[in-house]
Every structure is written in C-alpha cells, then in structure tokens.
C-alpha cells in the first residue's frame, strides 16, 4: 500500500512541478524548487559510498559460502557477465542510433563541466579502476575503484576458515547492510519533493518542450528492455536451453509481476524461487543458489537503462563521448549493475558512479529523474526475468530440470 502511495505521490509530482514550473516562472517558488532538487542529490549522494561498501561486500558472502562455489559460482557469474555485457550492448547501441538527447537545449549548457574528450587510451580505464588509496577513492567518490575493492575485501572474508571472527564480520556488514537499505528508503521518501523541485526548475528554465526529449529517452529504454527481454534471452533460452521461452514466461509470470509492481527484485525473490522450483521446476540445489545470487549480482535490465541514461545525459549536456569513454560506461555499468541493490530506484543511485566515471555531472540525474518510477517497474522485472532465464539454462546444464507438464502450469501455489 505505501509502495503505491509513494509511486502515486512521484508521478502527482511530475505532474505538479511541470505545471509549476511553467506557472511560476521567475518567481521564488522556482527557487525553493530548485533548493529542493538540489538537497536531494545531495542525500543520494550521501548513501552512496557506505550503500555500495555493504552491498557488494553481503552479496559476495552468499558466493563464498555456497557449497558449490568452484564450479557453478563461476560458470553462473560468467553467464550473468556475459549476459549483462549483452543488454548493456543493446541499449548503448539503441540510443547512439536514435540519440534522444541530441541537439536538445534543456537549459544547461552553462553548467556543463570542462571535460577533456581526447581519445583515453582503454588501458587507462583499467588502470584508474584499481584505487592506490581506498580512503582517497571514497573520499573523492571515485566508486570505481571502491567496487573493485569491495570484491576483494568479499572474496578475502570468503577464503577464511568458518570462525566466530568471520561470522561476526558477516553480521556486522550484512546488518550495516540492512541498514542502508533502510536509509535508502528513508530518502526515497524525499523523493516526490526532489522531482517536483527537478521538474519545475527544467520545465522553468526550457518549457514544455523539456518533455519531448525525456519521452524519446524512455522510449529508448522500453526499447532496448524489450529487444533484450523478448529477442536476446528467448534466442538463448531456445538455443541453449532448448525451452520454449512462452511457457517459461508463464511458469514465471507471477514473479515477474510481482518485480514491475513493487519495483524491488529482493521483494520478488521468494516468488521467484517458488516459480523456478514449482512452475519451471528447477531443482532447489541449483535455484537456492543461483537465484538469489542473480537478485544481488545480476541487472540486466538496470545495467541497461544506466548506459542509456549516462549516454543520454552526456547529449543532453552536448558532451560527446569517444570510443574509449563508452567503453568505460560499459564496464561501469556492469559494475554499478552488480552493486545495484535489490530495491526501487537503487539503480539510479548508482547510476553516479558511471556518470562521475565519464566526467558528467552528478546533477545529470535530475534529467532522467521524472520518468525514473516507471522505467524502475520495468527494468525490475527484466532483472527478474534475466535472473529466472539463467537458472533455468544452469538447471538445464547440471541436467536438473524436471519435465514440464503439458500446457499451462498450475500457478495455484505460488498466487496463495
Ligand atoms: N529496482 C531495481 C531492482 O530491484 C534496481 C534498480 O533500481 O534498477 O531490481
């Protein structure tokens, strides 16, 4: 109900701070919009480093602890790297194609940063990955090389010998954890203001001709959501796993749904547990492990949505981006997709960190902030969607994958 609610306040605020925006033009209204927009950057920005520390490091305790970790730990990671890689591809492809915000005067050109676009060489994207001070790089929000810290801070606590030290590590982390995700939704509730305020200062500053270009900017994430939900995966899905991808939609369908309405894979992941297992019938071994890992690690759907939004931002501010500058949006996006957590509009939070890698400005997200809540529905359940069709190819694998039963499965159990 209040999941509702805040969606229904976020879109009355899109709504109210267009108009406002229009309306009170050059009045004091626009400034306290404007002061609203800009404290809630400024609480994004404030989860961002403890969020990303506790989330990757948690998620990396689940892959250390499970008892096949070897062997379908990596050929899982592998597949949701490769995966992911393949969405990221999709939307970057669609919106260099389509460019949505080029040539778009959204009112600010003056706040475009001097960045230097001379072609970086694709080995200093690696090289500026790996932090030579940790402090310094989260200090300096530098979340690159935090991430990569992080996955060996989690592999390191993985290797140590099962002790009461260790297990209170994990509780400590997984608990700060829980935390953050708390805080995350206490700014969350900021979140109506925070759009009105980004609404009325835009629609202000250019007029309604600011919603042309965010309608073709959320049309090339539908559609990128869609080449990879209804082309990329049912291709693998009939080829490698040799399924009909229709009946495994429906076996999934309740999960799924569950992941557009509530905007949160980790609120769907026990009904997708319960799909893959009863419906699609996936042994628990192989599901237990590789779906909630997926929940953690695996967004197709927000890794795609980040590069679209990033390289939409960077037309918007008439920046352009060079080959090794996408490059560095792919791989970012990847990993700010793995440290996405679980919860609404956490893609967007993460979303800075490949926006400070490229050199865009952090207020970039303002831009893609209206239409968010409904691209956040979509891209959830993609995620899901994703996570499910791995499982299902792993299953298929490890040759534990029961027969389906002709026609529709039963879903009586799983919509209790
Ligand atoms: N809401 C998404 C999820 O739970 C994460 C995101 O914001 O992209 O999967």
Redesign the pocket.
Known sequence: MKKHTLTLLILAAVVVGALSGVAFKGTVVIGVAVFAAEIFTRMLQMIIVPLVFTSIVSGMFGVGTAENLGRLGIKTLLYYACTTTLAITTGMILVNLIQPGVGVDLGLAVEAPEISTEPGGLLDVFRRMIPTNIIAAAAEGEMLPIIIFCVFFGIGIAQLPPSSSRETLENVITGAFHVMMRVTHIVFLFAPIGIWGYLAKIMAETGFSALVPLGRYALTVVLGLGIHACVTMPLILFFLARVNPLTFAKHMSASLLT?FS???????LPLTLECIESNARVSNRISSFVIPLG?TVN?D??AL??GVAVLFIAQAYGIPMNFASQFTILITALLA?VG???????????MSIILKAVGLPLEGVGLVLAV?RVL??L??MI??WGDSCGTLLIGKWEGEVGEWAEGVPTTARVSE
């Open positions: 992941a509530t905007a949160s894979s980790s609120v769907a929940a967004m759907g927000t949505y980040q997709s996405t957590a679980a919860v609404p509009m956490a893609g967007l939070v993460m968010d956040d529905m891209r959830t995620n899901v």
